[in-house]
Each structure stands twice: as structure tokens, then as C-alpha cells.
């Protein structure tokens, strides 16, 4: 099993979520995160008063997968939430240990 | 004009009355002559009535459009501004003002301002509001009822003191502002009113002052008088923890933006109700309101254009604002372009006056209070020495020259002593009362309760519980 983290441009979120659902992906957790890699921010300006905006708003994706699915899932997001500019994001894979489903106990890839 | 009209109508009224005399071809018997004179004494009441009942309308209107420039007017706009933490303190401040100042009025309020014919303040003549009722009060509106005058004028105590908060906001106790507030009325609102409105009083250019100063809704009384009196403020509390480090940026330019368009709309009621009739002044006066605010929204956002290369919603609005405040003593004084030149005047000035001079000196004026109403309040105010006609509002009498655009140049000379005693008087008095209060309540919470924000510490709520 690998967890997969992945930080994408809001606006490329239906996109993303619509061709995951399509490689067969049934859950997904996502949040709402501000950050900045190289991409950077803009800045305000309110009566005279400038601000720097350098967290920027992204979607948090993260799901657990089955080894069989991982490179899929990674194909799929890479087409789908390119756009081709700079901060369209990064995408994390760790290894996982475990999984349980917290409803019928049952372990491992059968909880995914 | 208006009497013009009346007499015409008595006029012809009285001929219609006469033409089937003559083919009688007898003179009026004494009976007659009777019946024709009750009926001109009843056409007399009915021709006062109706402009009574006309002006009357007006100004109840205008009472409630000024009403709504404090809440929601005020408060929104205010509300807009400040961080997310402080959104229903500042609007409660505007909201308490509503009532106390309503039950001060009553009380004493209205009597101080326009009670007695003193130079500096009124008496008690109406305090507990004697002797307000549907009589007119000859010296001051002639066709409405005392009652609606009080009204009306008792809005405008109602937002003098609220357009403060814009300088304390985000860091002052709300026991501290409303002692503070409900102080400052007395102290500072009712002599300045009644000095530039009030029968006798030293800068009433109408009724006998030594210093006639041209204040048609409020210049003086209203905006340099919370204007400066918001910057004693700003510097006798100090900066909000972190400014301006920090980053304030306003939470809610949406709720602003809301603010602004019903101040802009509530503003018709200020400066064309000031008119106190449904008169062709009252119109006069609205249109200038209407073009000043117009070409000051265009001014500030053109300096925004110029120097940072965008207009924002946040300037255009601002500088709506502060056209209105300028063309407040000017509005039922000058003609419709002068109007257009003093908005464009005060939004350049004031954009100028929140960017760069308060930058330069570093005083934490939350909201513009100063900047706006205090600098668009004086840089109106002396306009409307320079602009005001005998065309538009010949108050000195028939023919006599008003402004300079008349030749009386000395009117500018006039507004500057106006200008000069209520910067004084909102200067002393406020530092004075903020002393007071500072011993008596304290005035700023405490560096936590700041951090936490005023919502939760000073009421106990908070404006947005958007979790289901």
C-alpha cells in the first residue's frame, strides 16, 4: 500500500477528481492548504498599505492505494492537473504499514 | 419664490371668486364681504397645510435615510474594514450609539443644541423635550412640526460620534467608547452644533452669528469635529499591536463596498434634508451631493491608477466617501459644476492625506477617520467659502454676495475661523474627555484581549460560525 499526497491548483481540482473516479478511485480526503513552493505571491495594496500574499491557496489530495493502482493514479493526476505553470504542485508517495477499517476490523488492502 | 406661488394663488383664487360679482350688477352686501374673507382665511390654511404636509414627508424621509448611514450604513463599511476578530464590535458601536444617544437627545441633547440663543450653547429651554410638538419652530424650520426637526437633527448626533470609532477601532474597551462617546456629545457635539446652527450661536451665518460660517449639513459640526477628534484619538491610544509590521488587510471589502453605496444613497437625506423643506434647494443640494461623490470616486481612483497602476474597490469607495463629506457644507450653497470640482479635489486630497501623510507621521488611524472626514471636512469647508453663491442660496439676503465665486471673498476668511474653532474645540475637548475616561473605565484592552480580538472578549460572540 502507498500513501499519496498530492498538493494541486484549485481550479484543476474537478478535473483531477472527475478522471480519478474514472481509473476506478472510490475515496479521497481533501483539504484545503496555503502554501508556496517556487511559485511566488502577489501583493495587495489597501488605502497606500501594501501587503505581500506569499501563501497561496492549493488542495490537499490524499489517499491510500493498492501497489497496483499507484502508477495510474500518479499518470492520471500528472495529465490532469498540468497546466504547465509554475506552482501546479507536487505529488508525495510514502509506504504505508497498515489499514483498518475502523467499522468491521478488516486489515490491510481489504480496507482500502 | 415659494411666496410667489402663494400669492398667485390667493390671486387667482380671488378673481375667481370676484367674476360672477359684476354680472349681479350689485355691490357685495357686508355678508358677502364676510364669506369671501372666511373663505380666503380657509384657502390660507389649506395652502400652509399642504406645504406643511410636502415638506414634513421629506424630512421624515430624510430623517430615516440618515438613520441608515450609521446602521447599516456605517457599520458595514466600518465592519468591512477591520480584521475578522473585531467585525461585531466595531458594528456594535455604531449600533449602540443608535440608543444611547437617542435617549441623551431627549433628555438634554436637543435642548443644548438648539434650546436658547447663547453664542456657545443652548439651555434647557427643551430639556425632556418641553415644548417639542407639532408646532413649527419659526427659527429653524418654519413648516414642519418642531418634532420632525428634532428628529432629523438627532440623527446627525447619532453618526458625528460613530465615524470616531473608525480611529479607535480594533483596540478600545467598549465600556471606555461608549462612556467616551456619550461624554464627547455633550461636550464637544452640542456646543459645536449649536454654535454653526443654533439660534445666536457664534459662527450661524443665519441667525445673528458673529462669525457667519457656511455649514450647510455638516462640515464643521459634523466631520472636522469627529475628524479631529478621531486623530487625538489614534494618537492618544496608540497603535494596534503590530502596526503597522503586521498585515491588517480589511476581512470583508464585500460588506464595505455594501456600506458605502447606502451611505452614498443615506447622504441624500443629509445634505438635500438640510434644506428642511421639499424646497428647489433641497434638490439643488442633492444633486450637488450626488456629483461630488461621483467625481471623487473618479479622483482617488485615478491617483490609485497613477501610482500603482490599478483602481481598486476599496479606493473607489473610499473616495465616494470623501466626496460626500466634502461637499456636506457646501451642498445647498453651489452650483452643480463647483460641485464636481470640490469632489475631485477631496478625493485626490484625501487619497493623498491616508497614503502618504499618514505614512509619514505614523499615527494608527484604524479606519481613515481622520484622514477622510477630518482632511475632506476642512478642504470642504473652505471651499465652500470660495464656491457658494447668492444663485443657489442668497442667505446673507436678497442680492447680497455669498462666496468669492460672488466677489465676497472674505467668506473664505469666514470658513477658516469656523474651520479654526472646531478644530480647537474638538482638539481640547477630546483630549480632556479621554483623560477623564481613561481614569475613570481605562480605554484600551489589554494586549491579549487585542490579539484575541474584540469579538469574543468584549461580547462574548463572534461574527462568523460557519462550521455546521
Request: charged share 15%.
Amino acid at each position: 500500500m502507498m500513501k499519496l499526497e498530492a498538493i494541486i491548483q484549485p481550479s484543476r481540482f474537478e478535473s483531477v477528481k472527475d478522471a480519478l473516479r474514472e481509473v476506478g478511485i472510490e475515496g479521497m480526503t481533501v483539504t484545503e492548504v496555503r502554501g508556496h513552493g517556487r511559485q511566488k505571491g502577489h501583493t495587495e495594496v489597501y488605502r497606500g498599505r501594501e501587503y505581500t500574499v506569499d501563501l497561496l491557496p492549493k488542495l490537499k489530495l490524499e489517499m491510500v492505494l493498492p501497489d497496483k493502482l499507484v502508477n495510474t493514479v500518479v499518470d492520471t493526476i500528472l495529465k490532469t492537473a498540468k497546466t504547465g505553470k509554475i506552482g501546479d504542485g507536487k505529488i508525495f508517495l510514502s509506504r504505508v504499514e497498515e489499514a483498518i477499517r475502523i467499522r468491521n476490523e478488516e486489515r490491510g488492502e481489504n480496507a482500502l | 419664490m415659494k411666496h410667489a406661488l402663494w400669492k398667485c394663488s390667493l390671486l387667482v383664487a380671488m378673481v375667481l371668486i370676484a367674476v360672477p360679482l359684476p354680472a349681479q350688477q350689485t355691490p357685495p352686501s357686508a355678508s358677502q364681504t364676510s364669506v369671501t374673507n372666511e373663505r380666503l382665511a380657509q384657502l390660507d390654511q389649506r395652502v400652509t397645510a399642504a406645504q406643511s404636509s410636502a415638506d414634513n414627508a421629506w424630512m421624515l424621509v430624510s430623517a430615516a435615510l440618515v438613520l441608515m448611514m450609521t446602521g447599516p450604513g456605517l457599520a458595514l463599511f466600518y465592519g468591512g474594514l477591520v480584521r475578522r476578530k473585531n467585525t461585531l464590535a466595531i458594528m456594535m458601536q455604531s449600533f449602540m450609539l443608535m440608543a444611547v444617544i437617542t435617549g441623551m437627545w431627549a433628555l438634554v441633547g436637543y435642548s443644548l443644541c438648539f434650546g436658547g440663543s447663547g453664542p456657545v450653547i443652548g439651555g434647557f429651554e427643551h430639556a425632556f423635550l418641553r415644548g417639542v410638538g407639532a408646532e413649527p419652530n419659526a427659527d429653524y424650520a418654519g413648516t414642519i412640526p418642531q418634532m420632525t426637526f428634532m428628529v432629523y437633527q438627532l440623527m446627525f448626533a447619532i453618526i458625528t460620534p460613530a465615524l470616531i470609532t473608525g480611529a479607535t477601532a480594533e483596540r478600545m474597551k467598549f465600556s471606555g467608547t461608549v462612556l467616551f462617546l456619550i461624554l464627547w456629545f455633550l461636550v464637544v457635539y452640542a456646543p459645536l452644533a449649536h454654535m454653526v446652527w443654533g439660534k445666536g450661536g457664534l459662527l450661524n451665518a443665519a441667525l445673528g452669528g458673529k462669525f457667519p460660517t457656511l455649514d450647510f449639513a455638516g462640515g464643521t459640526v459634523v466631520h472636522i469635529s469627529s475628524g479631529v477628534s478621531a486623530l487625538v484619538c489614534a494618537l492618544y491610544l496608540g497603535k494596534r499591536t503590530g502596526f503597522p509590521k503586521q498585515p491588517m488587510p480589511p476581512h470583508s471589502l464585500v460588506l464595505s463596498f455594501i456600506g458605502a453605496c447606502l451611505l452614498w444613497v443615506g447622504w441624500f437625506g443629509f445634505n438635500a434634508g438640510s434644506a428642511l423643506a421639499s424646497s428647489p434647494l433641497a434638490t439643488s443640494a442633492f444633486v450637488a451631493t450626488h456629483f461630488a461623490a461621483a467625481a471623487a470616486a473618479l479622483s482617488w481612483s485615478a491617483a490609485e491608477w497613477i501610482k500603482n497602476g490599478r483602481a481598486s474597490a476599496l479606493g473607489a469607495i473610499s473616495g465616494a466617501v470623501a466626496g460626500l463629506v466634502a461637499i456636506t457644507p457646501a451642498a445647498g450653497f453651489v452650483a452643480p459644476m463647483p460641485a464636481l470640482v470640490i469632489g475631485v479635489v477631496a478625493g485626490a486630497f484625501c487619497y493623498w492625506m491616508v497614503t502618504r501623510i499618514k505614512a509619514i507621521f505614523g499615527y494608527d488611524d484604524a479606519l481613515d477617520a481622520f484622514g477622510v472626514h477630518g482632511a475632506g471636512g476642512t478642504i470642504g469647508a473652505l471651499l465652500t467659502g470660495v464656491f457658494a453663491t447668492r444663485l443657489i442660496n442668497p442667505i446673507f439676503g436678497p442680492g447680497k454676495a455669498v462666496g468669492g465665486s460672488d466677489g465676497h471673498w472674505g467668506q473664505v476668511g469666514n470658513q477658516f475661523v469656523g474651520v479654526l474653532i472646531a478644530w480647537g474645540f474638538a482638539l481640547v475637548g477630546t483630549l480632556v474627555l479621554l483623560k477623564v475616561v481613561d481614569l475613570i473605565t481605562g480605554l484600551r484592552v489589554t494586549e491579549d484581549q487585542e490579539i484575541e480580538g474584540l469579538d469574543i472578549t468584549q461580547h462574548g460572540e463572534e461574527a462568523y460560525n460557519l462550521e455546521p
